[in-house]
């Protein structure tokens, strides 16, 4: 009796996450919140942070622990493009940490993504402060994109745009019954 070949299946791959967080405490540690829930629903999440947050995490957090019991979870690393000794802990430096990682981190990134680096990448979730360069990534590997917005980054945004605000003669803010 002829035994029948069953035609083989492709199984698909288990969706991979890609999480990109903004170099700050309150947007990375929001994401790793993200991550840990994706994680529990058994998606696979690549979380890529700066080396310098990396290092910082792994020396100050009990990270591994925290994060053993998802197999699924990889953390890799990415240069924000600055010197080592540049200050990166107040609110001009985060500027300047934002505009290096726009400028040198693209084509790393995608690199990344092209050699299966950071795992084979089904879906961006990036920090909505790198909505340009995420976006026309997403676009170039026709993967999709979630823009996260983690609460603080409205704080963030004033910052960077105050000084701008302010020149532009938009604050105070004045209103129809004022006198100026």
Not at 31 to 52: K, P, Q, R, Y
Not at 89 to 106: F, G, P, Q
Not at 115 to 133: M, N, R
Not at 149 to 177: M, V, Y
């Amino acid at each position: 009796m002829d035994q029948k070949q069953r035609p083989q299946v492709e199984v698909p791959p288990t969706p991979r996450v890609l999480i990109l967080p903004l170099p700050a405490q309150g947007h990375v540690t929001s994401m790793l919140t993200l991550a840990e829930l994706l994680s529990l629903c058994g998606i696979d999440v690549t979380f890529l942070n700066t080396d310098h947050v990396h290092n910082r995490l792994f020396r100050h957090a009990d990270i591994e622990a925290r994060f053993a019991d998802y197999p699924g979870l990889l953390f890799r690393t990415i240069s924000d493009g600055l010197p080592d000794d540049h200050p990166r802990s107040n609110d001009r430096s985060i500027t300047e940490v934002l505009h290096s990682m726009i400028a040198t981190t693209k084509p790393v990134l995608n690199e990344m993504l092209v050699s299966g680096a950071l795992g084979s990448v089904t879906c961006i979730i990036a920090d909505g402060a790198f909505a340009g360069f995420a976006t026309n990534l997403a676009c170039e590997l026709h993967v999709p994109i979630i823009y996260y917005q983690p609460a603080s980054a409205c704080c963030l945004w004033t910052l960077l745009c105050f000084e701008d605000i302010i020149k532009a003669g938009e604050l105070p803010i004045r209103g129809i019954n004022s006198k100026s």
